[in-house]
């Protein structure tokens, strides 16, 4: 299917027989998981696009945007501020792997116990999977958690240009300070790497870009407060994991074309759910594409996700950057201090993430909350103790999930899931 | 025939449980191994089994559902329900089976508001004691006895099935005594349980045992020990979902009628 990029992948010296096989294994479960819903929205369809984009058309558009003298770096999380980035033309495109299929390809040279998002990713780059390898001008990490942070370190050594954002730990006003500092060593490493400089009216431009995305998939995402919410929470994941790999103008487009779409549907009353469904919030680790698992055996055991508490869900869009226009090292602080503001479980204390939970679950109605976990995620395992007991204050029953990508655990998650529905009915 | 007679059946991943219950009266309760091909295994029971309302339960529940039409329930509610019909004063279900360990805080109405379960490995089920049985050359039916009848226990490190047996073969070939790491093995089984029991476990009320791991006395004895209260051990442990799985049929009759 996609043998119209087997010369580009050859250019960029990937294996491209393995490379077919892990595009089908994705396929596979894309099809299982997510295209065989009843009453997807038609808007689905460019995002479902994006599953095969992503190591295609999107591949082709990044070196195009090279050769027209932009630059390109891998992101890993969204404490990445992109503004500057985009501000610059340097492309930044998250790189974390979501597929179970290129887990195995990091066994070996890279620690068991490490979490499956981390194995994907490396496993992709072992095994010549990965399209963006070679092209990128730079690798940013962060140290939001030990296995990343780690990884950084080995990834420098094996040669790749890494840049490491230090987000703090905890926070106050000496860590504002020490990451407003960060965010100004990045903005000065994006000058190196581009070889442009960066100006106000750039950076409003890219504020504005990114705060219509960030609204845009928030409105996606308050659909599903809807007693019958005109969408899947599988397909609101999709659109999400899509958008955040887009150029984000197209992105935006579609999003709110989407949204159209879906104000129309509850106008007319049109819904995919049934009427009556228990609702659940999903809160905890990313779910990055690729991984569609957990909302599918969710929504396939007869409950609806309506809330995603995730970097893939309301982490990335709650906060927006105010769009201060001229004076540039006052924008810097701004986007600062919105990054500062997302509730990564590697912050202690984390209150904030906890109250935010408990108003997530008044505001979208749920019935009770699943705690995501992927294996060996510490920050978001632990932290899901922290949560429960602040939840079941709040009479909202909730369960946690631990699981990484591969399907052998489908049977008793199932159960699990559906016990907790029973419990719940 | 009664038109209250319903069946419950509790295709579990080693055992097959198929309760016939007229009224609140079990009429035909029974235990088989679960084959290769379950719906083959199951094939011959099912075609003497009375045409009533049917709840499939256990780990083949949605095959059964899938394939015959049966409504299917899991095994917490099923469990919850079959412990409460049991004994009505029971508050909190321990229950061993094939590869799973649950403890259910089960609720006067028969439904349940608290669970907890093993994640995917074998570690403290019943899984876990055939494999150890077999490495140290001990039928199942003896094991727990076996177990109880050494003085003294070897520490047993790891719950993990295959290193414990790696660790099972190691003793064995040291020339430690088999009972001696029987008992460990009974001793690492029902700490991995104890972990998983609620604070408190026994303030609600009454707490039972069910599951074939029920009918083992080298865990029953020692969980008993580990309990600040005695633990019910019904007559047949192992068909406390399926019957809850028939009750359930017959509320949903109830509802209907």
Redesign the interface.
């Known amino acids: 299917m996609s043998h119209q990029y087997t010369e580009m992948y050859e250019q960029l010296g990937m294996n491209v027989e393995l490379h077919g096989q892990m595009i089908e294994a994705i396929h596979d479960s894309f099809e299982r998981q997510v295209l065989s819903q009843q009453g997807r929205p038609e808007g689905m369809e460019h995002f479902d696009g994006l599953v095969e984009a992503a190591h295609g058309e999107r591949v082709r558009e990044i070196l195009d945007h090279k050769k027209a003298g932009g630059s390109f770096i891998g992101t890993f999380c969204i404490y990445v501020p992109e503004e500057i980035a985009w501000a610059l033309d340097v492309l930044p495109l998250p790189l974390c792997g979501g597929s179970g299929f290129s887990v195995p390809y990091a066994a070996g040279r890279f620690p068991r116990d490490i979490c499956p998002l981390v194995k994907s990713t490396l496993g992709m780059a072992f095994s010549g999977c990965c399209p963006f390898g070679g092209i990128k001008d730079m690798a940013v990490g962060e140290t939001t958690c030990d296995a990343k942070k780690k990884t950084w370190d080995v990834m420098a050594v094996w040669g790749v240009n890494m840049h490491v954002l230090e987000v703090p730990q905890k926070k106050n006003a000496r860590t504002v300070d020490l990451w407003r500092a960060e965010v100004s060593e990045f903005r000065d490493r994006l000058e190196d790497i581009s070889g442009k400089r960066l100006v106000a009216e750039r950076l409003t431009e890219a504020v504005r870009l990114i705060n219509r995305r960030r609204k845009a998939l928030a409105e996606l995402h308050s659909f599903r407060m809807e007693e019958r919410p005109p969408i899947s929470g599988t397909d609101v994941l999709v659109a999400t994991q899509g958008s955040l790999i887009d150029d984000p103008a197209r992105c935006c487009d579609r999003l709110e074309a989407l949204n159209d779409e879906l104000r129309q549907r509850v106008a007319q009353g049109v819904s995919p759910i049934p009427e009556g469904v228990l609702r659940i919030m999903l809160g905890g680790s990313p779910a990055v594409m690729g991984n569609w698992k957990l909302h599918h055996l969710i929504e396939s055991a007869g409950a609806v996700v309506v809330c995603d508490e995730t970097c893939t869900g309301t982490r990335y869009f709650a906060h927006l950057v105010p769009e201060i226009e001229g004076d540039l090292e006052a924008q810097l602080s701004a986007i600062a201090d919105r990054y500062l503001q997302i509730d990564c479980a590697c912050f202690s204390p984390n209150t904030e993430r906890i109250e935010n939970i408990v108003d997530l679950a008044g505001q979208f109605r749920v019935d009770g909350m699943i705690h995501y976990v992927l294996q060996y995620c510490h920050g978001y395992n632990i932290e899901a103790i922290t949560v429960a007991e602040a939840l079941k204050e709040a009479a909202v029953p909730s369960i946690t999930l631990e699981t990484d990508y591969s399907e052998e655990d489908n049977g008793q998650l199932r159960t699990r899931i559906e016990a907790f529905l029973e419990m719940m009915a | 025939m009664t038109a209250s007679m319903t069946v419950g059946i509790d295709l579990g991943s080693r055992t097959t449980k198929i309760v016939v219950l007229a009224d609140d009266a079990i009429r035909s309760a029974e235990v088989f191994d679960t084959k290769h091909d379950p719906l083959d295994g199951l094939s011959r029971h099912l075609d003497e089994l009375p045409d009533v309302p049917t709840i499939v339960t256990g780990?083949g529940r949605?095959l059964l559902s899938e394939r015959l039409g049966y409504q299917a329930?899991?095994?917490?509610?099923a469990c919850a329900r079959g412990a409460i019909h049991v004994r009505p004063d029971c508050r909190l279900v321990i229950d061993i089976g094939g590869q799973?360990a649950k403890v259910i805080s089960v609720t006067e109405a028969g439904?349940?508001?608290?669970?907890v379960?093993n994640?995917?490995c074998a570690a403290g089920t019943g899984r876990f004691l055939e494999v150890m049985a077999s490495a140290l050359g001990y039928v199942l039916e003896e094991f727990g006895a076996e177990a109880l009848s050494a003085g003294s226990a070897v520490r047993i490190n790891s719950m993990c099935t295959v290193f414990a047996e790696s660790e099972v073969v190691s003793l064995m070939t040291s020339g430690e005594d088999r009972r001696r790491i029987a008992l460990g093995l009974h001793q690492a089984t029902v700490e991995r349980v104890a972990a998983m029991l609620p604070p408190g476990a026994t303030d609600r009320g009454a707490v039972m045992f069910v599951g074939g791991v029920a009918k083992n006395p080298g865990v029953v004895e020692l969980l008993r020990a580990r309990l600040p209260a005695q633990p019910i051990i019904p007559e047949q442990p192992q068909i406390v979902s399926a019957l809850g799985a028939a009750l359930i049929a017959q509320s949903a009759g109830e509802e209907r009628s």
């Open positions: 780990y949605h329930i899991t095994e917490l509610s799973d439904g349940f508001d608290d669970f379960m994640d995917r």
